[in-house]
Nanobody
Framework: QVQLVESGGGLVQTGGSLRLSCAAS????????MEWFRQAPGKEREFVGS????????AYADSVKGRFTISRDNAKNTMHLQMNRLEPEDTARYYC????????????????WGKGTLVTVSS
C-alpha cells in the first residue's frame, strides 16, 4: 500500500502560478507511474499528467501541455505539479494517484488516491 497527501492548492488569479506537491509514504515508488488527476464541480475526474518514478518520463493532457510541469524528488518521495499561466478552466480539486504499476491515464480502477487539494482560478 501507499499513502498519498497533496498540498499547495489555493486561490490564484488568471495567469498566475501554483505548485502542488504529493508526498508518498508506505513504500518505494521505484518502477511505477505517478499520476495527477483533477475534478471540477459537476465533471468527471480527468487525467492531467504523469511521471515514471525512475525514468522521469512525463506525459500531459493536451489541455495543460506547455503550461504544467511534473517533477519528482526521489529523496523525499514527493511529486510536484508546477502550474503556470493558470486559467479559470483549471479550477478543480487536484489529486495524485497511482496504480503501483503501468500508466493508466484514466481514473477508473486506480486504487491509490490522495484526498486532493483545491485550486481556484479567478477571472
Amino acid at each position: 500500500q501507499v499513502q498519498l497527501v497533496e498540498s499547495g492548492g489555493g486561490l490564484v488569479q488568471t495567469g498566475g502560478s501554483l505548485r502542488l506537491s504529493c508526498a508518498a509514504s508506505g513504500r518505494t515508488l521505484n518502477g511505477y507511474y505517478m499520476e495527477w488527476f483533477r475534478q471540477a464541480p459537476g465533471k468527471e475526474r480527468e487525467f492531467v499528467g504523469s511521471i515514471h518514478w525512475n525514468l522521469g518520463i512525463t506525459a500531459y493532457a493536451d489541455s495543460v501541455k506547455g503550461r504544467f510541469t511534473i517533477s519528482r524528488d526521489n529523496a523525499k518521495n514527493t511529486m510536484h505539479l508546477q502550474m503556470n499561466r493558470l486559467e479559470p478552466e483549471d479550477t478543480a480539486r487536484y489529486y495524485c494517484a497511482t496504480s503501483l504499476g503501468a500508466l493508466r491515464r484514466t481514473a477508473d480502477g486506480v486504487p491509490y488516491w490522495g484526498k486532493g487539494t483545491l485550486v481556484t482560478v479567478s477571472s
